[in-house]
C-alpha cells in the first residue's frame, strides 16, 4: 500500500509504542439525545476496558445534550459538522487515545477490551472495527482512497440492481470481512481509534468539510507522518448511519465534500462534476423510460436534485 508505514511479518507496530492503557472518546450529537445516551450507557457497563474519558460534542443541536454525571459536555455556539465537532471534543482530551464514535453505534460489552487487544499490536496506527447495519450487512469500513469513476459508478441509479458485484468499482475494499486484519487505504469514520498526538499534530480533521470525506482527508495526511489504517474485522459493532439528517441533504453534503476533496488533492473537481453530470443524465433518461412502463418515478424533479447536488453551493445549514 503506498506511503505505508513498514511493519513487521506479523504485523507488529513500532517497538515501544505507547500502549493502550486510556482512551478519551469523543461522541458528536445532534438530534435526539437517546442514541448517544445509550452508547454512553453500553461504555460503562465495558467487561475488562481500559480507563476512558467520555466526551459529548453537543454541536449546536437543537435538541441539547442533557447533563451527565461522568460525561464532559462540550457545547458550540454553531453547528460546525462532523469534523468540527470531534475536534471540539479532541481538544477536550487527556487521554492518549482518541476513539472517535458516532452516537448511533450498537456495540458488544467487550468492544473496548477486544479494541485494545487488536489494535495494540500496530501502534501508532489508525483502527477501526468493522460495520454492520442493524440488518447485519457490512457497510465496507475498508476503502480504496477515493477515485472519480466510484464516485461516477455510485452515483448511476440504472447500476443499483447490480451493487452487490460492484463493490471493488465504487471503492470498497473486498478483502474487509468478518475475521479480517488488513492495512488499507482509509477507514469509515464511524468509530476510529486514532493516537491524540497525531490526530493533534496534523490539525485534526479539516473543518472545511462539512460531513463526508473528512476521514479519507484526515488519513491522508497521516499517511504523510508514516501513519497506517488498519482495519480490524475482528471487533464488530452495528451501526445505523445517517440518523441525523435527511436523506436529500446527505446527498448535497457528500456531493459537495467529494468535490472539495478532489480540488485538496490534486484530482480535478471539474472532471468529476462532469462525469456526475452525465451520469445524471443517463439516470434521467433510466427513469423516463422506468415512467413510460408506469412506474412511480418523477424523472425531472430527480434530474434537477441530482443537478443542484452537484452544482457548487455553500454549505450552511444541517
Known sequence: MTGERPVGGEGVGTPGAARIEAISVVIPHYGDPAHAQALIARLRDQTDAPEIQVIVVDDASPQPFPEVDEVEVVRRA???????AVNSGARAARHPHLLILNSDLLVEPDFLAKLRREAQPWQPAVCAPMLLGHDGATQWGGRHFPRHRHHIIEWLTPLAR???????????????????????DWLVGAALLVPTAEFTAVGGFDEGYFMNSEEVDLQRRLRERRIPSIFLGTVVVHHEGGGSSDSARRVRWVTQSRLRYAAKWGEHPGLLRAGLTGASIVNLVANALRRAARRDVRPLQIFRRELAAIAHVDIEER
Open 162 to 184: 447490480f451493487r452487490t458485484r460492484l463493490h471493488e468499482a465504487v471503492g470498497h475494499d473486498t478483502r474487509c470481512v468478518e475475521g479480517a486484519v488488513v492495512p488499507v
Open 78 to 84: 454553531v453547528n460546525g459538522g462532523f469534523g468540527a
